[in-house]
């Protein structure tokens, strides 16, 4: 009995932006993960511990987190 081929008919159901693909996507991942061990010396901004922070937050908070930020930048 053959294996059926159509899980590499299938869509992609991702939604990358624009010059994007999966096949980009994969190249970048793999670039990272071979480099796990390394130091990230080619982000300056996270070693300094300038970087912004990046995280989900649920759309009904949204607006309270951007009042506390700007909160925050006034009192700074």
């Known amino acids: 009995m053959k294996k059926s081929k159509t899980s590499k008919n ?3 159901p991702n939604v990358y932006p624009p010059g994007w693909d ?6 970048i991942a793999a670039y ?3 480099r796990k061990d390394e130091p990230l010396d080619d982000i300056p901004a996270i070693v300094e511990g300038k ?3 990046w995280m989900e937050v ?7 987190v ?8 006034k009192s700074a």
């Open 58 to 64: 649920p759309p009904d908070l949204v607006d309270e």
């Open 10 to 12: 299938k869509k992609d």
């Open 51 to 53: 970087a912004n922070v």
């Open 22 to 27: 999966l096949q980009k996507t994969k190249a």
């Open 32 to 34: 990272y993960d071979a």
């Open 66 to 73: 951007r009042k506390l930020i700007a909160r925050r930048r």
